[in-house]
């Protein structure tokens, strides 16, 4: 600030926005008189967003004076009716109530559901292996296998770890193909990048070149270079005829990446049967046009090939999440400036960490009715409503933590019933909403801007090097709690010990993996550390020691200038950590160390997509994709006045000429039928969709008995697209639930 201009009158703080991945840097103007938020910015400063915001930031504000949202626990009393109780009755009927049915049907009688913002919160990051330790289940959910599930399963058999996900290097590539993901109205995913319009308007001004394979012409479609429609469902099906064309047409170069890959002449044999003319009457895109594209990614001097929901949310998920990585690195793009590649994050773990090369973490158990394979320690969320009403030793309690699943994940009005029939159910939640309206127990926690935070997992998908950290912005009311001290709470109740205890467990568990022999401080015993780091407590205790441990940290040596949470707290723009490098082959942690083009296991399901390939499925049947919209968020943010208001969202686009066919007009409404359930949705004409495809946002049905979301149920009530997606049909390897690509059935209303 200039010399001589006056002080303002509200407080500044920097931090980030936790809406999404792109995690942008904000600036709240806070009135300290009114204890209010005056205005929020993007931050200039911010190495990394550089000011950019989308307009849900400013939602930040309405989400937190929204009256609606929970401040105190609530019991539901009879007739539906909630009332609002003290925490300590709230966690003692909780844990009483768990504790009950683990001694009677066991601890697998209890289930658990993780939605998306358990992402953006990083107490709950750090902690929830310990809450779920606690309470010993298998049965645990997430919102992951109706999301990047795929992903997960691909990478972890590709480079060893479920988050080894190579990230598109937007900045410098020449080459940019997007399947199945519309970034600029989802800002990003698998691929943290603020400002993602500005980054790709960049990369058209240096020449570079942008190619969307989507079903729709998206937003990000319509300022790309080339779009090619596709059918749902069948990227796999494009993608092997890539790799097809890449070895009929010796396009193949793997450089430096050839001295630690393994599986090639695997993967050329595998690709033989889908030429792009086997495969044209699935995808609908003409041969001659794949071996264009394949050809002009291959010559391009830095190329990246990035999928997302739209090639993860469908019946070959994991199939196609591979072949994305097969494209890159047959190109000879994994790995290199341009391409596609590892970040490293400030949280670590260090370089010079002990390695698991174990063996992949798939199939270890079975859920009971469908017996699908666990990954990672999750099942599938689609078995989640199966597990409650099929009769036998099924699922009786369930725990949700910032989920909403009736709204979320497939067959929606299934799960609603099984949820009304749980002996009991808890949901951690900020809304009593369409999930946590069935719950015995609601237990909301402290807001965003009542707690600090740190995009732990956003910086590890991050398409540079950067860290933040991010401040509280008001002093947590009285008589409130934060998600984590929620789950420890519940956590020790339920084993009769305390949440100190499962917090000095779960911080001795991080220093026998940080400190000591053989680790990133060998000089430094676990018990030193312990009073190093005093006296910090809960989640950033944690992370100091991971940022001090880490590949940056100052490794607790005085006077180095490396990393710490103090050092990073002082910084408070955040810090650029550099563009991403070269990290392999010493990143990859797979039984054979190095990279497996191959694995058995995705191998194994090529089968199921060679067997759909003979079928050549009927043609002319419609099929129903979702979309996202800038303004929304899931399923939570349409509470907020600010961007709920408008036109409705939640419409039915069809192509004119289906809208024809069907006898369906503009501002009509639609019928619209799948085998599990039917909705009646107002009907939108649209140029930008594929005929025979028809597109409807998920999030919305807000109009549900016992939802307390005043603005929703008044602005965009919307219905649940959800009613139609069906819990059958799934990625059969990875369990994640198929969302695009329902067959459905239209007529007018
Ligand atoms: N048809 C279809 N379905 C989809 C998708 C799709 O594309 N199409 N997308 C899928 C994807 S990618 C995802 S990630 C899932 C999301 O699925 P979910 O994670 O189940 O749903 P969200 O809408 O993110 O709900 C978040 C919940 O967390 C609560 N919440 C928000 N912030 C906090 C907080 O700080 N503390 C607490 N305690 N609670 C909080 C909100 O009130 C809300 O209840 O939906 C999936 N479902
Ligand atoms: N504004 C906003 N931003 C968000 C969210 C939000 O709800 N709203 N949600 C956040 C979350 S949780 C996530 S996971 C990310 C998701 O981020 P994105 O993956 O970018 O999500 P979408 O915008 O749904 O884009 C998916 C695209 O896939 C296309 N598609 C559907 N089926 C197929 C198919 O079979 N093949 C191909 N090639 N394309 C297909 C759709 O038409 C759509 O354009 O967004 C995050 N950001
Ligand atoms: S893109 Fe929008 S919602 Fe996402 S972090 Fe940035 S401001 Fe928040
Ligand atoms: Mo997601």
Redesign the pocket.
């Known amino acids: 600030m200039a010399a001589g201009a006056p002080e303002p009158a509200n407080e500044l703080v920097h931090r980030s926005c936790p809406l999404?991945?792109a995690h942008c840097g904000i600036t709240v103007e806070v009135d300290r008189g009114a204890q209010r938020v005056a205005t929020i910015r993007g931050d200039e400063s911010d190495p990394f967003s550089r000011g950019y915001l989308?307009p849900?930031a400013y939602g930040l504000k309405g989400l937190h004076e929204d009256p609606d949202r929970l401040r105190r626990p609530l019991r539901r009393v009879d007739g539906g009716r909630f009332e609002e109780i003290g925490w300590e009755d709230a966690l003692d009927l909780v844990a009483g109530r768990l504790r009950e049915i683990r001694e009677s049907a066991g601890p697998n009688a209890i289930a658990t559901y993780l939605g998306?913002p358990n992402a953006h919160d990083l107490g709950s990051a750090l902690f929830m292996p310990t809450f779920q330790r606690a309470l010993g289940t298998r049965w645990r959910f997430s919102?992951s296998s109706v999301?990047?599930l795929p992903k997960m399963v691909s990478c972890c058999a590709m480079f060893g770890a479920p988050l080894a996900v190579p990230i598109p290097d937007v900045d410098r590539t020449d080459f940019l193909l997007v399947?199945?993901?519309?970034?600029l109205?989802?800002?990003?995913?698998l691929m943290t990048a603020p400002d993602i319009p500005g980054r790709l308007r960049a990369l058209r001004e240096r020449g570079g070149r942008l190619v969307v394979?989507?079903?729709?012409r998206?937003e990000?479609a319509q300022v790309a270079d080339e779009h090619l429609f596709?059918r749902?469902?069948?990227?796999a099906f494009l993608l092997f005829a890539m790799v097809h064309v890449l070895f009929e047409e010796s396009l193949v170069k793997l450089g430096r990446l050839a001295e630690f890959t393994h599986g090639v002449d695997e993967v050329e044999r595998l690709a033989r049967d889908f030429p792009p003319e086997a495969v044209a009457p699935l995808t609908g895109i003409p041969a001659p046009r794949v071996r264009a594209l394949t050809r002009s990614f291959a010559a391009a001097p830095r190329a990246a090939c990035y999928?997302?929901?739209?090639?993860c949310?469908?019946e070959f998920g994991t199939l196609a999440s591979w072949l994305v990585d097969v494209v890159n690195t047959l190109t000879g793009n994994l790995d290199r400036e341009g391409g596609a590649l590892f970040p490293r994050p400030a949280h670590g773990p260090a370089e010079d960490r002990p390695r698991r090369r174990g063996k992949l973490p798939y199939g270890r158990w079975h859920s009971r009715v469908r017996e699908l394979a666990e990954f990672a320690g999750e099942l599938p969320v689609a078995a989640l409503a199966e597990e409650i009403d099929t009769p036998g030793d099924g699922v009786r309690a369930l725990v949700t933590v910032a989920g909403n699943p009736v709204l979320s994940t497939p067959n929606g009005a299934r799960l609603a019933k099984a949820l009304a029939s749980l002996d009991f159910m808890v949901s951690v939640d900020i809304y009593r909403n369409e999930t946590s309206r069935f719950a015995d127990v609601i237990l909301p926690t402290t807001g965003h801007l009542e707690h600090t935070n740190y995009d732990i997992a956003f910086h590890q998908l991050s398409v540079r090097n950067t860290t933040k950290w991010s401040p509280t912005v008001f002093e947590p009311p009285e008589d409130t709690k934060h998600l984590w001290e929620v789950l420890l709470e519940i956590g020790a109740r339920v084993n009769g010990t305390t949440a100190e205890t499962l917090e000095e467990m779960t911080l001795a568990k991080l220093l026998e993996a940080t400190v000591g022999p053989g680790t990133a401080c060998p000089g430094l015993s676990p018990e030193q550390a312990h009073e190093r780091l005093a006296p910090r407590r809960g989640p950033e205790r944690l992370l100091d020691l991971m940022l001090r441990a880490g590949p940056y940290g100052d490794r607790f040596e005085d006077g180095e200038d490396g990393l710490s949470l103090t050092k990073l707290a002082e910084a408070e723009h955040g810090i650029d950590l550099g563009a991403l490098e070269p990290r392999l082959p010493d990143y990859l942690d797979t039984a054979s160390g190095g990279v497996e083009l191959a694995p058995d296991l995705l191998v194994a399901d090529v089968a199921r997509l060679r067997a759909s390939l003979e079928e050549r499925r009927a043609e002319g049947s419609l099929v129903l994709?979702?979309?996202?919209?800038?303004?929304?968020?899931?399923s939570w943010m349409h509470n907020v006045h600010a961007l709920a208001k408008g036109k409705d969202r939640c419409t039915l686009l069809v192509n004119p000429t289906d809208a024809e066919r069907l006898g369906l007009a503009a501002g009509g409404r639609a019928r619209v039928r799948s085998r599990v359930g039917e909705l009646v949705a107002p009907v939108e004409l649209s140029e930008d969709l594929m005929p025979g495809v028809v597109?409807l946002p998920h999030?919305y049905g807000h109009a549900a008995e016992g939802v307390q979301l005043s603005v929703a149920q008044r602005h965009q009530p919307g219905v649940n697209s959800n009613l139609l997606t069906d819990e059958t049909l799934l990625d059969a390897l990875s369990g994640n639930a198929v969302l695009?690509?329902i067959p459905v059935e239209i007529a007018a209303a």
């Open positions: 999404c991945e989308c849900k998306n919102a999301d990047q399947l199945g993901a519309n970034p109205a989802s800002n990003g995913s394979v989507d079903p729709r998206s990000t596709i749902p469902g069948s990227d999928g997302r929901i739209g090639t949310t469908q994709i979702g979309r996202r919209h800038i303004r929304s968020n899931n597109s999030g695009n690509g």
